[in-house]
C-alpha cells in the first residue's frame, strides 16, 4: 500500500508563471513553498510568493533552473519533501526525475519509465501502434540513411512532416512538399536537431491537411486510475507554437469526443502512467471531426501551459491533483464525476513585438496591469481611488509571473502572462477574452495583446473555424500598426486630467478648454502631438482604458499601451520638495499668484498659477504649511526647475 503522508513542503523547480500557478495552490493547501532563482530573477514574482528561495546560480539556464543537482541540492538544504518540475526545463528530464527519486524527494510527476517510453517520438509511436492507439502515419524506422529516407517519404505520399525524434517546442520539423526539395529540408532538420536537442534522428509523417491540433488531459494515480479531463483545442499556432487555446473543442460531437478521449486514456495507460498529461492529437478537419480522422502524434508527460482552460470547465485544480496523486492518493474524481462545464479560452502573452517579426522586447515594466474584470469601458484614477465601470458583465482569470516595476530578462521565454475567460458558450468566452486581452496596460515593453485581440475578434475564429494554417492565413489582418493612437482617444484622456486637476494633488493643474488644445503623446521614444480641437465623437465601441498612474498618464485600445506626456509628470513637476521649494514643473508664464509672503496656506490650496504649452497649470501647496519666500511675480516668465515658492511646514 502506497504512503499516503500529505505533502507539507514543496520545491518549484521552474521560474515565472508557472512558478507563481504552483506556489497559489501549494499554498492553499497549506504547503511551505521554496522558490529557487537565478541572478536575473532574485526580484522575480515568484521569489517573492514562495516563503523561502534559494539562489542557485546564474542568469542561463543552463547554469541554474537546468541543473539538476543545484536543485535537489536546494531542497535537501531547506528540507522540501517534494519537487514540482512545472513545464519546460527539467519537467521531461527522466534522468532528474530519477535522481530526485534517489535522493529521497517525492517527484510531481509520472514514473520516469513513463518519461522515457514518450520522450522520444519515435518510441512512443512505436508503443502507441503496440497499444492499439491510431498514430500518425509515417515511417519510424532505425535506417536514417537519405536515400531510405526519401523513399519512405515518397511511400507516405507528399506533403510530408520531416521531424526530429527528440523535438519539442515547434522545433526541429519541416514540411515539405515537394520530392526535389526533400535532401534539402532534411539536412536543415537533423542540423537544427543537432543543435537544439543533440540527436539528429527523425522520423517521416504525413502532413495532415486542413490540420487541427486536438489534445486530451489526462490524470493517472498510483493505484492504477487513470481518466481524461476531455479535450482541448490548440490550433491557433505560429511556427507550430501554440497561441490561443480552447477547451472543448468546436464543432466536436459527443462520440467523437468520447473515441478520442478513450484513446488517450488507453495511451496513458500503456505506460503506466501517473500524474497529469497531455495526449496530443492531430485531426484532419476538412470534413469536421471524425473519429478515423484523428491521429496521435505525442504525449507530453507533465503540466500543460494551457492546462488552465481544462481547470474552468471541469472546475478540477490540476495542481491541487498532482500534489495528491504524489503523495499516494487516489485520484479525487472518478471520470463518471467529471462533466463539461461552459466554454474556456487562453491568450499567451508575450513581451514580442509582432512588427518585427515577433523578435522579443526586453526590460522594465513601467506600467503593467492585467485587469481580470470584462468591461467595455473602464476609468480607473488611482490618484483619487476612484473606478468607473460599466456593466459588462463577467471576469477573467489572470496567470503571470511578472508584475509592475519588473523586469522581462532576455534569458528566458518571453511569455509574460496566460489571459483565460470562462464562460458559457464560446463566443463570450472569445469576446470577453478579447475584452481582458484589449485592456492589457503594458509599457513601455512591446506585447502581441493586440496580435492576440486582433485573432479573438476575427469573424473566422469567431465562427469556429480553427486550424493550424490561420495566423499564417490572416496574417495581415492580425499584425499591423497601431501607432499613433486615433485622434478621439485622446479625449478620454483630457477628461482624467480634467478629473485629477480637480483633486488636491501636490501639484494640481487644470485644463480650461479641454477641447482646444494640443499635448504630446509618447510611443517608446516617438513623439506624436495630438491636436485635442478634434471634434470627433467618443467611439463607444472601442473600449479605451485611460489609466493615471505616478508615472504618467497611459491610454490602452485593443492591446496598445501609450504614453501621454503630461507636463505634471516631467522630473522637476512633483514640487514636493523636501525643503518646501515649489518649482516651476516647466518654462512658462506666471498668470496668477494667489498668495503672499507670510501668509499660512493648507495643503491642497492654490498658490501659483502658470500658463506653459497652452495649458494652465495650479502649483497648490503640497502640506500645511507658512510662505517662507516667495519669487514668483504674475506676468513674469519663469524657467523649468526654477523655485517660485518656499513653505516652511506647519509644526
Ligand atoms: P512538438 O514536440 O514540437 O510539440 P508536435 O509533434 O507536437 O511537436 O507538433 C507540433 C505542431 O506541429 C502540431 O501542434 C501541429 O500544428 C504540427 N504538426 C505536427 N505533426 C503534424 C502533421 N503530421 N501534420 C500536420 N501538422 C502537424
Ligand atoms: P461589446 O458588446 O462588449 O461591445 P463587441 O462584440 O462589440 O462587444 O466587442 C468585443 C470586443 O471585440 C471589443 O474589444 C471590441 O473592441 C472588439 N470588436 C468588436 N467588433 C470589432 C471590429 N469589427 N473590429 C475590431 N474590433 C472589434
Ligand atoms: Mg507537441
Known amino acids: 500500500m502506497t504512503d499516503t503522508k500529505p505533502i507539507t513542503s514543496l520545491l518549484i523547480a521552474n521560474r515565472g508563471e508557472i512558478a507563481c500557478r504552483i506556489i497559489r495552490t501549494a499554498r492553499a493547501m497549506g504547503i511551505r513553498t521554496v522558490a529557487v532563482y537565478s541572478d536575473a530573477d532574485a526580484k522575480a514574482l515568484h521569489v517573492r510568493q514562495a516563503d523561502e528561495a534559494v539562489h542557485i546560480g546564474p542568469s542561463p539556464a543552463r547554469e541554474s533552473y537546468l541543473v539538476g543537482e543545484k536543485i535537489i541540492a536546494a531542497a535537501l538544504a531547506t528540507g522540501a519533501e517534494a519537487i514540482h518540475p512545472g513545464y519546460g526545463f527539467l519537467s521531461e528530464n527522466a534522468d532528474f526525475a530519477q535522481s530526485v527519486i534517489d535522493a529521497g524527494i517525492i517527484w510531481v510527476g509520472p514514473n520516469p519509465d513513463s518519461i522515457r517510453a514518450m520522450g522520444l517520438k519515435d518510441a512512443a509511436k512505436e508503443r502507441m501502434i503496440a497499444a492499439g492507439v491510431p498514430v500518425t502515419p509515417g515511417y519510424l524506422g532505425a535506417d536514417q540513411s537519405p536515400d531510405r529516407l526519401a523513399a519512405e517519404a515518397a511511400a507516405v505520399g507528399y506533403p510530408v512532416l520531416i521531424k526530429a525524434v527528440a523535438g519539442g517546442g515547434g522545433k526541429g520539423m519541416r514540411r515539405v512538399d515537394d520530392p526535389a526539395e526533400f535532401a534539402d529540408a532534411l539536412v536543415s532538420c537533423q542540423r537544427e536537431a543537432a543543435s537544439s536537442f543533440g540527436n539528429t534522428q527523425v522520423l517521416i509523417e504525413k502532413y495532415i491537411l486542413s490540420p487541427r491540433h486536438i489534445e486530451v488531459q489526462v490524470f493517472g494515480d498510483s493505484h492504477g486510475n487513470v481518466v481524461h479531463l476531455f479535450e482541448r483545442d490548440c490550433s491557433l499556432q505560429r511556427r507550430h507554437q501554440k497561441v490561443i487555446e480552447e477547451a472543448p473543442a468546436p464543432g466536436m460531437d459527443p462520440a467523437t469526443r468520447e473515441a478520442i478521449c478513450a484513446a488517450a486514456v488507453k495511451a496513458a495507460r500503456a505506460v503506466d502512467y501517473v500524474g497529469a498529461g497531455t495526449i496530443e492529437f492531430i485531426a484532419d478537419a476538412s470534413e469536421g471531426l471524425r473519429a478515423d480522422r484523428i491521429w496521435f502524434m505525442e504525449m507530453n508527460t507533465r503540466l500543460q501551459v494551457e492546462h488552465p482552460v481544462t481547470e474552468e470547465i471541469t472546475g478540477v485544480d490540476l495542481v491541487e491533483w498532482q500534489l495528491r496523486v504524489a503523495s499516494g492518493e487516489v485520484l479525487p474524481k472518478r471520470q463518471e464525476e467529471l462533466s463539461i462545464n461552459g466554454w474556456a479560452m487562453e491568450a499567451r502573452l508575450y513581451a514580442e513585438n509582432p512588427l518585427t517579426g515577433f523578435l522579443p522586447s526586453t526590460g522594465r515594466l513601467d506600467r503593467f496591469y492585467l485587469p481580470n474584470t470584462i468591461r467595455s469601458t473602464r476609468w480607473r484614477d488611482p490618484v483619487r481611488g476612484a473606478t468607473f465601470e460599466n ?68 469573424p473566422d475564429f469567431t465562427c469556429g473555424n480553427v486550424h493550424t494554417g490561420f495566423i499564417e492565413q490572416h496574417h495581415d489582418e492580425v499584425v499591423f500598426d497601431m501607432a499613433p493612437p486615433p485622434q478621439w482617444l485622446l479625449d478620454p484622456v483630457v477628461e482624467i486630467l480634467a478629473k485629477i486637476g480637480d483633486a488636491a494633488t501636490p501639484v494640481g493643474f487644470r485644463l480650461n478648454a479641454p477641447a482646444r488644445k494640443t499635448i504630446r503623446v509618447m510611443d517608446r521614444g516617438t513623439e506624436f502631438v495630438g491636436n485635442l480641437d478634434s471634434g470627433t465623437t467618443y467611439d463607444q465601441r472601442a473600449h479605451p482604458v485611460v489609466t493615471a498612474s505616478d508615472t504618467g498618464v497611459f491610454a490602452t485600445l485593443q492591446g496598445t499601451t501609450w504614453q501621454f506626456e503630461i507636463p505634471r509628470f516631467s522630473g522637476t ?39 506653459a504649452m497652452k495649458m494652465e497649470h495650479s502649483l497648490v501647496a503640497p502640506f500645511d504649511g507658512t510662505v517662507a519666500e516667495l519669487s514668483a511675480v504674475e506676468g513674469g516668465q519663469v524657467q523649468e526647475g526654477v523655485v517660485l515658492v518656499r513653505l516652511d511646514k506647519s509644526a
Not at 492589457?440 to 495583446?449: C, G
Not at 512658462?588 to 502658470?610: C, E, F, H
Open 573 to 611: 513637476s512633483t514640487g514636493t520638495a523636501a525643503d518646501g521649494a515649489i518649482l516651476s514643473p516647466m518654462p512658462g508664464r506666471i498668470i496668477a499668484v494667489a498668495v503672499a509672503t507670510g501668509d499660512s496656506v493648507t495643503k491642497g490650496q492654490k498658490l501659483v498659477t502658470l500658463e
Open 391 to 458: 456593466d459588462y458583465p463577467g471576469t477573467g482569470r489572470i496567470e503571470t509571473g511578472v508584475a509592475e516595476d519588473g523586469e522581462v530578462s532576455p534569458f528566458y521565454d518571453p511569455m509574460i502572462a496566460k489571459i483565460i475567460c470562462h464562460s458559457e458558450t464560446r463566443r463570450e468566452a472569445a469576446l470577453g477574452l478579447a475584452h481582458l486581452v484589449g485592456d492589457a496596460e503594458i509599457w513601455p515593453l512591446r506585447t502581441n495583446a493586440t496580435f492576440l485581440h486582433a485573432l479573438l475578434v476575427q
